[in-house]
C-alpha cells in the first residue's frame, strides 16, 4: 500500500458526459501528479500540482483540466469524453516539487461507451 | 527531442534463472533514471533512482546499472520468482522541473 488513494476505482461513463477523479496524497506529501495509461500507450503525464499551484504539464488536453486543494488532495475533471479517453488514470505524490521517488495510488480505470 | 526506448518489449523466462533489461535513453539535461515494477492493473512502484554519479544500485534481487556516457541502463534480476512477473518501466528525469520521460516498459513473465 503505498498510502496514496484514489476514487472510484472504476467508472464508465458515456461520451460526451463529464467525470472527476480524486487523488489523496501520502500524509505529507506536497506534489500530486496525474498520469493516463492506455492500453497501447505507456504512462503519459498530464500534470503536476505542488502545494496547491500548478508546476509542471505534460500531455493534458484541453479537455481536462486538475487543480490542488488546501487540504492537497487533487481532482482531475475530464470532460466532453471520447471514445479514446477510456484509459487507467493515475494519481502519484511525492515529498518535495520533483528529483525524488513518487508514490502511485492504485488507480481508477475509466471506460467511456 | 527526449525519448526512452527499452527492449526487449517482453521476455519469457523459467523460475530461477536470471534475466537483464535494457534501457537506452536520448534525454538531455539528465537529472535521474528510475526503474518502476507495475504489476497489471496496479500502479507502478519504484525500484530504484540512480544519479548521474551512480553506476549501479540494488534493492534486493534487483541491480540496476547506469552508464551515463552510453545513456544506458540496465536492470538485472537475479534468481527470478513467479511474482517477478510484471511490466517494468524505465524513467529518466531531465529538463526543467525534472520533467519525467517514461519507457513503454518490458513486460516479464516468470513461468514455473
Known amino acids: 500500500d503505498s498510502g496514496v488513494t484514489q476514487t472510484p476505482k472504476h467508472l464508465i461513463t458515456a461520451t460526451g458526459q463529464r467525470v472527476t477523479l480524486r487523488c489523496s496524497p501520502r500524509s505529507g506529501d506536497l506534489s500530486v501528479y496525474w498520469y493516463q495509461q492506455s492500453l497501447d500507450q505507456g504512462l503519459q503525464f498530464l500534470i503536476q500540482?505542488?502545494?496547491?499551484?500548478?508546476?509542471a504539464k505534460g500531455n493534458i488536453l484541453e479537455r481536462f483540466s486538475a487543480q490542488q486543494f488546501p487540504d492537497l488532495h487533487s481532482e482531475l475533471n475530464l470532460s466532453s469524453l471520447e471514445l479514446g479517453d477510456s484509459a487507467l488514470y493515475f494519481c502519484a505524490s511525492s515529498g518535495l516539487a520533483g528529483g525524488e521517488t513518487q508514490y502511485f495510488g492504485p488507480g481508477t480505470r475509466l471506460l467511456v461507451l | 527531442k527526449n525519448q526512452v526506448e527499452q527492449s526487449p518489449q517482453s521476455l519469457i523466462i523459467l523460475e530461477g534463472k536470471n534475466c537483464t533489461l535494457q534501457?537506452?535513453?536520448?534525454?538531455?539535461?539528465?537529472?535521474?533514471l528510475r526503474w518502476y515494477k507495475q504489476d497489471t492493473g496496479r500502479g507502478p512502484v519504484s525500484l530504484t533512482i540512480m544519479t548521474f554519479s551512480e553506476n549501479t544500485k540494488s534493492n534486493g534481487r534487483y541491480t540496476a546499472t547506469l552508464d551515463a556516457d552510453t545513456k544506458q541502463s540496465s536492470l538485472h534480476i537475479t534468481a527470478s520468482q513467479l511474482s517477478d512477473s510484471a511490466s517494468y518501466i524505465c524513467v529518466v528525469s531531465g529538463g526543467s522541473n525534472y520533467k519525467l520521460t517514461f519507457g513503454k516498459g518490458t513486460l516479464l513473465t516468470v513461468n514455473p
Open positions: 500540482y505542488y502545494n496547491g499551484e500548478e508546476r
Open positions: 534501457c537506452n535513453y536520448t534525454v538531455s539535461p539528465f537529472s535521474n
